[in-house]
């Protein structure tokens, strides 16, 4: 089963990769406080992605050392 993942578009300076920041939300385990953490993936795509762009990505065979998410759609 392939995840899927959405998040935002952080960084497009690359040829055919952007840098896309996923948000997650986490609730401390004594205190019940809730807080964001984020981790950052690089996605392959040969669309012409704008910085902000909302987008979905999906997990794939490693592409690259770093590269093993894909660009699904622009939402």
Avoid: C
């Amino acid at each position: 089963m392939k995840k899927n993942l959405k998040g935002k578009v952080v960084s497009n300076r690359m040829k055919d990769t952007v840098v896309v920041k996923v948000f997650n939300i986490k609730q401390h385990p004594k205190y019940k406080k809730r807080y964001r953490v984020f981790k950052k993936y690089k996605a392959h795509t040969k669309e012409n992605l704008e910085l902000g762009d909302q987008v979905l990505i999906e997990e794939t065979r490693p592409i690259s050392k770093d590269k093993k998410w894909k660009v699904i759609k622009k939402i």
